[in-house]
T-cell receptor, first 113, second 114 residues
Framework: DAGITQSPRHKVTETGTPVTLRCHQT?????MYWYRQDPGHGLRLIHYSYGVKDTDKGEVSDGYSVSRSKTEDFLLTLESATSSQTSVYFCAISAERGGYGYTFGSGTRLTVV | AQKVTQAQTEISVVEKEDVTLDCVYETRDTTYYLFWYKQPPSGELVFLIRRNSFDEQNEISGRYSWNFQKSTSSFNFTITASQVVDSAVYFC???????????FGGGTRLMVKP
């Protein structure tokens, strides 16, 4: 396997609670990404990181924050979860910009009730 | 801005039929990369192919083939003699050389019935 793991794999949480999802890689790749997958929308980028402490917003960043204090870990936090954030979240890694393509984690299914 | 459109949301075929999944993309960049990913019912994303904008050669890999046409901004995917195991959601995606973001189409759910 590519050396990317997401935790937890499944989570149910209540509206208004904070939630943190973790992405861990063993490939020493520079770029890490968080996507969410919703029916009809494919995957949409939430945030990405291009190095330790270097992050930027994606297409659907409202309500999410990220942190990357180590090369191998990229955390996605929902400060106050809402039902609209019920989704499947995928982490991805890439060695460089451009056409190298991404390797995806197995996904985290988050349900906000 | 870049955009990927997969107009077919669901396709149903009978085993052994050929099926083509359509992908149309938009970008102003001259250097870009196109991808296809497969998402089986288990949920993981499986990389199938990458094609750069300078290589318009069609590619064949077993029962899979891809037709890249810059003139129509399309990168279509054909499965020959489909099998039940091909049942999955298939995503087309675009990455520009200047961008940091892999942009996905909405996906096509393929159901292959025995």
């Amino acid at each position: 396997d590519a050396g990317i793991t997401q935790s937890p794999r499944h989570k149910v949480t209540e509206t208004g609670t904070p939630v943190t999802l973790r992405c861990h890689q063993t490939e020493n790749h520079r770029y890490m990404y968080w996507y969410r997958q919703d029916p009809g929308h494919g995957l949409r980028l939430i945030h990405y990181s291009y190095g330790v402490k270097d992050t930027d917003k994606g297409e659907v960043s409202d309500g999410y924050s990220v942190s990357r204090s180590k090369t191998e870990d990229f955390l996605l936090t929902l400060e106050s979860a809402t039902s609209s954030q019920t989704s499947v979240y995928f982490c991805a890694i890439s060695a460089e910009r451009g056409g190298y393509g991404y390797t995806f984690g197995s996904g985290t299914r988050l349900t906000v009730v | 801005a870049q955009k990927v459109t997969q107009a077919q949301t669901e396709i149903s075929v009978v085993e052994k039929e050929d099926v083509t999944l359509d992908c149309v993309y938009e970008t102003r960049d001259t250097t870009y990369y196109l991808f296809w990913y497969k998402q089986p019912p288990s949920g993981e994303l499986v990389f199938l192919i990458r094609r750069n904008s300078f290589d318009e050669q069609n590619e064949i890999s077993g029962r899979y083939s891809w037709n890249f046409q810059k003139s129509t901004s399309s990168f279509n995917f054909t499965i020959t003699a489909s099998q039940v195991v091909d049942s999955a959601v298939y995503f087309c995606a675009l990455l520009t050389n200047a961008g940091n973001m892999l942009t996905f189409g909405g996906g096509t759910r393929l159901m292959v019935k025995p």
